[in-house]
């Protein structure tokens, strides 16, 4: 079974899926399938409004650390040093206005990576570090990865989001090898001329209510930290159309809303691999967003949510997901016990370091190490 298969499944709690559960509906879309709809601030092309961001600082990305390269250091399985590159991203423009040229890229230098040691079910590898975990699932030279998460929820704001570990710790590894960033941005226009747009907007209000706020503000952070790399941003811009369509939708509006983001996702990872279509090494093209929408192969019934089979299609195999887990995200709830690396995940007991899962020649799952336990504060 795949995770689309699952959760929907959970949704419909197993009848048609002409009869669904609302609520449910709506927990799970929160949970995995949000749409970042109504980020203020213009930093990615097609963004309409002009209001400032309120963003949580994310951190720059770490540098990565030099390796030692005196004889008898080096071993067979270190990656390479990246070179600084010229990294043309086009009228790609970071907030402060100023362009990124193809000098002002200078990748980091690639740190030593282990091969992990076997650590249980589902091909299970435990690693010293996130990036070598990363850099592993990297030797299968994917010419796409799309990578899905489980939004940060409300109350646990203290504990670092999917997103910004894959800004901090992931990201730098692709500078100089992505090429293009899909976001699951949703970015909201004002030339429609009438409410539709505010809307759709009110009518997503129930299944972002126990999303962290700073959800939206994060993934318009990782445009900036990835424009910062080389690594050109870009986000799903409905049209006018497109919006009246989700309102004609009725009571099947969310759903509409998932097919949207499935569809125009694909859509726009197959327009940025045309553009660098005679790069040899990959990924070329990054998708990331909710991983209720990365599945390599799900269930039939469930494709139209997915971008991944179409992604499978054209990259001619050269597709990955990738869904990244934050160990205190993950619950003791039907939606958590039915992801297909959730047992693996369980009997490790809250891993100390990176581990990777695979179930599927194409799905893969990296679950951070858990969060050091903070020392409790002297009473006063």
Not at 36 to 58: D, F, H, N, Q, W
Not at 254 to 259: T, V
Request: with cysteine; aromatic share 8%; proline share 8%.
């Amino acid at each position: 079974m795949t995770k689309t298969f699952m959760t929907l499944r959970f949704l419909s709690k197993g009848v048609d899926l002409g009869r669904r559960s609302s609520e449910a509906v709506r927990a799970a879309f929160a949970f995995w399938g949000l749409v970042l709809l109504g980020a203020e601030a213009c930093v990615i092309p097609g963004c309409t409004t002009t209001k400032s961001s309120t963003a949580r600082p994310m951190m720059e990305p770490a540098p990565v650390a030099s390796v030692s390269r005196e004889a008898g250091n080096s071993t067979e399985h270190e990656v390479p040093p990246s070179p600084s590159v010229a990294v043309n991203i086009g009228a790609t423009v970071p907030s402060n206005g100023t362009a990124v040229t193809p000098e002002s890229v200078k990748c980091p230098v690639r740190e030593r990576t282990d091969l992990g040691v076997p650590c249980g079910d589902l091909h299970c590898l435990e690693f010293a570090n996130e990036r070598s975990a990363f850099e592993h699932l990297l030797l299968l030279e994917p010419r796409v990865l799309g990578i899905g998460e489980s939004h940060a929820p409300r109350g646990m704001e203290a504990v670092h989001s999917a997103t910004r570990r894959f800004g901090e710790l992931l990201l730098p590894s692709l500078c100089g090898r992505a090429r293009s960033i899909v976001l699951e941005l949703w970015l909201p226009r004002n030339d429609c001329g009438d409410k539709r747009v505010e809307q759709v907007k009110k009518a997503q209000e129930p299944v972002t209510r126990n999303q962290s706020k700073s959800n939206q503000d994060e993934y318009v952070t990782l445009g900036h930290v990835a424009k910062r790399l080389g690594i050109a941003p870009s986000a799903l811009v409905p049209t006018c159309d497109e919006y009246q369509s989700i309102l004609d939708s009725g009571p099947d509006r969310i759903y509409r809303m998932l097919e949207f983001v499935a569809q125009r996702t694909g859509e726009r990872v197959i327009e940025e691999l045309g553009k660098f279509a005679d790069q040899k090494e990959g990924p070329v093209v990054i998708a990331y967003g909710g991983a209720l929408h990365n599945d390599a192969e799900p269930d039939h019934e469930h494709e139209r949510y997915s971008y991944g089979p179409k992604l499978l299609a054209q990259t001619q195999g050269k597709y990955l997901e990738l869904d990244l887990i934050v160990p205190e995200f993950v619950k003791e709830s039907d939606i958590w016990q039915r992801q297909p690396w959730y047992q693996a995940f369980r009997q490790s007991k809250g891993p100390t370091k990176p581990r990777l899962y695979q179930w599927g020649t194409h799905s893969f799952a990296l679950v951070f190490p858990s969060s050091p336990k903070q020392p409790d504060r002297p009473a006063r």
